[in-house]
């Protein structure tokens, strides 16, 4: 998710993640299957490569990886999967993007309808806020494992565009083309990274407060426990403290 602090997200969701490695391993799979219709070869795809790099991170199994991969080229049989990506506006006008992989797309397009509408908000037409993010590679550094100019010194030779304090944690941003060198260059300086992903990264934020942020929240929760969702993003921005109260 991106809008308002990852870092507050990821600390959020940790203990809810911690216990639901099953679902992480299914997105996962998902997307390795998706990324693999453009061919098997992770050297040749970098989607793909990107995908297997954020399994390994997760410790899923080397077979799981390659049934996925085979089911994307076709070696094994699998249902077909759609990707999908939904578009709409949150409570206080914020806009959100989802992303779904989907077996059964009219099914997936009634429940997520219901789940904007349900939780304060609607969904738009296609390109009614895409527009509103950038696609880029987001890697998040705890704040104690690193000082931001250690940081410094070490992503941006490496290909990084910008680094943001999250509060307690650093954001690091740059092109998709850079995700992997950025990785690389993290872990052979031995700092570990909380979260790192391509992510629909907002050009500009909306501060949401009381009711407004509460249902945001919500909205966002709702649909990241979807089963078909890959990803939530959004262009708002909430304070901690709401995050933790709501936790």
Same mark, same amino acid.
């Given at each position: 998710?991106?809008g308002h602090?990852k870092w ?5 969701k ?8 099953g679902?992480?391993?299914t ?8 990324a693999a219709r453009?061919?098997?070869d992770?050297?040749a795809n970098?989607r793909?490569r ?10 899923m199994p080397?077979?799981?990886i ?5 089911r994307g080229?076709?070696?094994?049989e699998?249902g077909q999967?759609?990707e999908i990506?939904?578009?709409?506006y949150g409570?206080g006008?914020?806009a959100?993007?989802?992303n779904?992989a989907?077996?059964?797309r ?6 997520i ?9 609607n969904l738009g037409e296609?390109g009614s806020v895409?527009?509103m ?7 998040i550094v705890?704040?104690? $494992?690193v000082t931001?100019d250690q &940081?410094?010194?070490?992503?941006l030779?490496?290909?990084? @565009?910008d680094?943001r /304090?999250?509060? #307690? ?8 083309e850079?995700?992997?060198a950025?990785l690389h260059a993290l872990?052979k300086a031995?700092i570990?990274?909380e ?15 009381? $009711?407004?942020a509460t249902a945001? &929240?919500?909205l ?6 979807? @089963?078909?969702v890959? /990803?939530?993003? #959004?262009?708002?921005?909430v304070?901690?403290a709401?995050v933790e109260?709501?936790a």
């Amino acid at each position: 998710m991106s809008g308002h602090s990852k870092w507050a997200t990821i600390k959020h969701k940790k203990a809810a993640l911690d216990a639901k490695r099953g679902k992480a391993f299914t997105r996962l799979i998902k997307e390795i299957t998706i990324a693999a219709r453009n061919g098997g070869d992770p050297d040749a795809n970098p989607r793909l490569r990107t995908a297997i790099v954020a399994a390994k991170a997760v410790s899923m199994p080397a077979d799981n990886i390659k049934r996925a991969i085979m089911r994307g080229t076709g070696e094994l049989e699998g249902g077909q999967i759609d990707e999908i990506l939904f578009e709409g506006y949150g409570p206080g006008g914020a806009a959100v993007l989802v992303n779904v992989a989907t077996d059964n797309r009219n099914r997936t397009v009634s429940e997520i309808r219901h789940l904007f509408s349900k939780n304060g908000g609607n969904l738009g037409e296609q390109g009614s806020v895409s527009w509103m993010f950038e696609r880029k590679s987001q890697i998040i550094v705890d704040g104690e $494992k690193v000082t931001e100019d250690q &940081l410094m010194n070490i992503v941006l030779d490496a290909g990084a @565009d910008d680094i943001r /304090n999250q509060g #307690g944690a650093w954001e690091v941003l740059s092109a998709p083309e850079s995700h992997e060198a950025i990785l690389h260059a993290l872990e052979k300086a031995g700092i570990p990274n909380e979260s790192a992903e391509i992510a629909m990264i907002p050009k500009n934020t909306v501060k949401l407060e009381g $009711k407004n942020a509460t249902a945001m &929240l919500k909205l966002y929760d709702a649909l990241e426990e979807h @089963d078909d969702v890959q /990803n939530v993003y #959004g262009n708002y921005e909430v304070d901690e403290a709401e995050v933790e109260a709501l936790a």
